[in-house]
């Protein structure tokens, strides 16, 4: 209600409201672009409201990725775009903001990208949505809302070793399927989740939209709080109400869960690693806005040093953001990476769109820490993508088939 004039709002109720964050890339924006021109508007309604980050088809991979970028490049200078982020600054957009602490807690944030839901890891609400709906906001900062119904996920017990964010969210996508939490908003709660650090935290919220979810929220807590100070700005804390209303409640003690992977061709399509590991692999990814934080190449680096990959089997490291691609660097991550036969990209999306540096082509088998595994998802439609965490990624590399951690360490 901060964000609209209503006093009131019920789920499936349709509202206009004022964002704090407009966002596009390079893919996305150039449409809204586009559109916000030929409605004959000269000012967008506030230049430091808004973020344009070329990240999907760069380092730009043919001429209409170039063209695009140079429209992103073009609009910035001419509207004065604070948030526009040039190669070398640039990184993977749901990791760079949060990064840069441009999004923060209590925010209203839309984005021309259906994973801008990963920001309710730091207790905002944010939504993907079209581009035309992101030219709108360019001319006059507000956008149309359906407010949506609540689901809770409670995780209790310990996680075990290996484990982290995203093991849980394939975990639950496994569980109440692709369309499970259709047009809600995911909560994820409970003790588990409470001692998560915010780079787990951002993967569940990441893959909220892999449940058909609109958004996924974490409560912020001391833990959100270390990572957004010293804030830019104010910002504000919003929890649930202590009587709050959910559609539904599930309650999972999560003690005994093995690491988790999703397989062909759905992110439901989860099963344990144990159980997987006659599936041989051409290629493992790890990276993308999923998983191409610090701790996940820690974790891989851990893993692959001293090591080598399998031989035919090809590893692409893609650090989320530049800051990332330094610190990793500078503490010899990079060169882990690099020793064990693997190669360590500039921060792109990438193949997790199959869209370059790693596309597949008919019949190949690939492993990823990335969020979807559609047919046809990194190239061609024949052939094949599991998706997991970084350790299971790092130690299915080493064997050349899908294994657990616990097989190489």
Not at 33 to 47: P, T
């Amino acid at each position: 209600m901060a964000h609209t004039a209503k006093k009131d709002l019920k789920p499936e109720e349709f509202i206009e409201a004022d964002v704090d964050l407009a966002l596009g890339n390079d893919i996305t924006a150039p449409l809204a672009i586009l559109e916000f021109k030929k409605s004959g508007f000269k000012k967008v309604f506030n230049k430091n409201k808004i973020a344009l980050v070329p990240d999907h088809f760069t380092p730009a991979k043919d001429l209409k990725s170039a063209n695009n970028c140079k429209i992103l490049a073009e609009f910035s200078k001419e509207q004065e775009i604070k948030n526009y982020f040039e190669i070398g600054r640039m990184g993977i957009e749901h990791v760079l903001l949060p990064e840069q602490k441009i999004v923060l807690p209590g925010d209203l944030v839309i984005g021309a990208d259906s994973h801008t839901c990963t920001y309710g890891a730091i207790g905002s609400y944010a939504v993907g949505v079209g581009s035309t709906d992101l030219a709108r906001a360019f001319i006059d900062g507000k956008c149309w809302f359906k407010v949506p119904h609540s689901v809770k996920f409670i995780y209790k017990g310990k996680l075990g070793k290996w484990l982290g964010g995203k093991d849980l969210i394939l975990f639950t996508i496994g569980r109440i399927g692709v369309d499970g939490a259709l047009h809600k908003a995911m909560e994820f709660s409970g003790p588990v989740v409470d001692r998560l650090d915010m780079d787990s935290r951002f993967a569940m919220s990441n893959m909220a939209i892999e449940a058909g979810a609109r958004t996924g929220i974490v409560a912020p807590d001391e833990v959100t709080l270390r990572y957004v100070r010293p804030a830019p700005r104010k910002f504000k804390l919003y929890h649930s109400d202590k009587n709050a209303v959910y559609e539904k409640v599930y309650e999972w003690d999560i003690t005994k869960l093995e690491p988790q992977v999703a397989c062909p061709h759905l992110p439901s399509n989860v099963r344990a690693v144990g159980e997987l590991k006659e599936i041989k692999l051409d290629q493992v990814v790890i990276g993308s806005c999923t998983n191409g934080r610090i701790s996940d190449l820690r974790v891989a680096a851990k893993i692959l040093k001293g090591g080598k990959i399998k031989s035919g089997l090809r590893l692409i490291v893609i650090p989320g953001t530049q800051k990332i691609y330094l610190q990793a660097v500078k503490e010899g991550l990079a060169e882990t990476f690099i020793n064990a036969g693997g190669v360590f990209f500039t921060p792109t999306c990438g193949p997790c769109l199959g869209g370059h540096t790693g596309v597949l082509t008919e019949g190949e088998v690939a492993l990823a820490t990335t969020n979807r595994n559609f047919i046809g998802r990194m190239g061609s439609p024949k052939s094949f993508v599991y998706l997991s965490g970084p350790a299971v990624a790092a130690a299915s590399a080493i064997r050349g088939r899908i294994t657990h951690p616990d097989c190489i360490m």
